[in-house]
């Protein structure tokens, strides 16, 4: 799917009468759908990007999103950098990062090994957004 698909899909949903929360991106299908049903299930709203640069599109054009999980692994931009200039941007944007690979450089903000139970990353959420309203 197109960046731009992507993008479009995304907003719609976005716009659907519920504002989203939380943004999931992972390049990843199946590890992102999962993650994001869960957050679902749990009452959050989510939307979801495969890569940084439709992440980066869908927060500037999605303003209610208030916290941003992003793998650190992807082919057009890591979710280091992703998230670095997401947080330059919309300052107040919470940010977790979750990666099954080791991670050599130190990673600053909150942090997830994959394979995660969703008991942490609910535990996570909860810590940078609260419970859903």
Not at 77 to 86: N, P, V
């Amino acid at each position: 799917m197109s960046i731009e698909n992507e993008c479009v899909l995304a907003t719609e949903r976005a716009h659907d009468g519920a504002s989203p929360a939380i943004l999931v991106v992972d390049d990843d299908e199946e590890v992102r759908i999962i993650v994001a049903e869960f957050l679902e299930d749990f009452g959050y709203s989510v939307v979801q990007a495969g890569g940084g640069r439709a992440a980066l599109k869908i927060l500037e054009s999605t303003p209610s999103i208030r916290l941003l999980i992003s793998d650190i692994r992807m082919p057009d931009m890591s979710g280091i950098e992703l998230t670095d200039r997401a947080t330059a941007q919309w300052d107040a944007l919470k940010v977790i990062l979750i990666s099954g690979y080791f991670v050599a450089q130190q990673v600053t903000r909150r942090f997830l090994r994959k394979p995660f139970r969703m008991i942490d990353l609910e535990s996570a959420v909860r810590a940078e957004l609260g419970p859903p309203h």
